[in-house]
């Protein structure tokens, strides 16, 4: 299959192009009339980008035009136009075709018009194929996005503990979506036809944490003027979710722990013991280990939940993920708003990658949202596009060779070996690079 087909029924400028394309590696078929081209489209398929005189013996290229976008509409039909066709190209424009070329043409113009055109091909492609994934996701439960080996490590061990009844610990910063990692567990495990229940303990005043997570009896306290089903009791049978366990208070952790333990309840006001059947995943961003020996959490409580611990690493160590995870939010996005997904520039990929995300996935997510509302990443107005045109060339050069080299160490986890044959890299300009941008391999080998 052939990305562009060209049809001029002028053999000079068929064989002229033809060369020229052979020369930038563009994968183009030639065709004397538009009849001939329709029964090659129909026998081979649709190409990426479509390149036509608009008069040709027989059929025109407004027919082929009009035949092409009723097949997909999202092909870029290029028209090349004498001075008598301007009329005509300008309503072929309103009617769907990407550009048109007034001849006598520069080759590097129709090599740069093409090139344009298979980008924002491709870049359809891509868009179609993550809304199928998307589709797919939401059929199946939240799907997590990456190739990374520590994300494809997580996936697999969530495979393995999914159907468990063990409790989890997740780590990882704020904004490294601990939440979906959870939704995801409970999805595929079997409690996946019940509640999955979650609650922020931050954001409990600590004088009700109680009363959320194992409700109350009317009449419990001031105020409680109806029983109320806590949080475990309405996750019978499903998933609870503590996210910032760190910031439960130290007398609510000794009723927790106690919980965990015989997996029965009692809401406040009641004597009444209450058997629960829940797994639980808690969720922290603080070494708790660490928390623990300084005496802002209860240490029996940390190794309760110490069973099985997921590291989820931050974006950063994850950049490769990037153009994929930002694609799919675009999608989500442009679905909440209402509005088609933009394409995005290599240049403003560019930005993405070399951004440190503090603030992680949300944050990623959150750039996705203004850019499909704004259309244009705003976080770098200021400091993204102005800082690269001062930093200079060189500066910019030097910035992505260190990006990428801190991805490969990422992938490889710290092994040299592995890196230089990734890069495809002498060793020794591997250790000097590393050197320049003040690399250690140490701090990128998994525990």
Not at 17 to 42: N, V
Not at 66 to 90: E, F, K
Not at 252 to 265: G, K, P, S, T
């Amino acid at each position: 299959m052939y990305d562009v087909i060209f049809i001029d029924d002028e053999s000079d400028i068929r064989l002229a192009i033809e060369q020229s394309f052979e020369l930038e590696e563009i994968s183009a078929r030639f065709f004397a009339s538009a009849e001939e081209a329709l029964i090659a489209i129909k026998q081979d398929g649709l190409p990426k980008v479509v390149i036509t005189d608009i008069c040709l013996p027989g059929l025109s290229g407004e027919n082929i035009l009009s035949s092409i976008l009723h097949q997909d509409a999202n092909i870029p039909v290029i028209l090349i136009t004498g001075h008598g066709d301007i009329s005509m190209a300008v309503n072929a424009l309103r009617n769907g075709a990407y550009d048109f070329i007034e001849k006598p043409f520069p080759l590097d113009r129709l090599i740069d018009t093409t090139r344009r055109a298979l980008e924002k091909r491709d870049l359809t492609l891509e868009n179609q194929e993550l809304k199928r994934s998307l589709k797919a996701s939401q059929a199946l439960g939240p799907r997590i996005i990456g190739d990374t080996p520590s994300i494809q490590a997580l996936r697999d061990t969530i495979v393995h503990i999914a159907d468990t009844s063990a409790d989890i610990l997740l780590f990882g910063e704020t904004g490294t979506g601990k939440e979906l990692f959870a939704r995801s567990i409970h999805e595929q495990s079997p409690r996946r036809d019940n509640n999955f229940v979650a609650i922020n303990c931050g954001a409990v005043p600590e004088n009700l944490i109680e009363s959320e997570l194992y409700g109350h009896e009317k009449g419990a306290f001031t105020g409680a003027d109806s029983k109320r089903v806590g949080k475990f009791e309405h996750a019978q049978g499903g998933t609870l979710f503590l996210d910032e366990i760190e910031s439960m208070p130290l007398q609510a952790q000794i009723r927790l722990l106690r919980v965990l333990q015989e997996r029965v309840i009692e809401r406040v006001g009641s004597n009444e013991l209450i058997p629960i059947d829940i797994r639980v995943i808690a969720a922290t961003k603080v070494d708790l280990k660490r928390a623990s020996e300084e005496g802002t959490f209860r240490e029996d409580l940390y190794y309760r939940l110490n069973v099985v611990t997921l590291d989820l690493p931050p974006l950063r160590q994850r950049k490769e993920d990037i153009p994929t995870l930002f694609h799919h939010f675009l999608l989500v996005a442009a679905a909440r708003y209402g509005k088609s997904a933009p394409a995005i520039e290599s240049q403003q990929i560019h930005q993405l990658m070399s951004h440190d995300w503090p603030g992680n996935v949300r944050e990623l997510r959150n750039a996705a949202e203004r850019f499909v509302l704004l259309g244009r990443l705003t976080q770098f107005d200021s400091q993204g596009e102005s800082s690269d045109r001062e930093l200079g060339l060189a500066k910019q050069v030097a910035e992505f060779e260190k990006s990428i080299i801190e991805q490969a160490l990422n992938q490889c986890e710290g092994s040299i070996k592995k890196t230089m044959d990734h890069l495809q890299l002498a060793r020794k300009t591997l250790y000097d690079k590393m050197q320049k941008y003040g690399l250690d391999k140490s701090n990128y080998k998994s525990d």
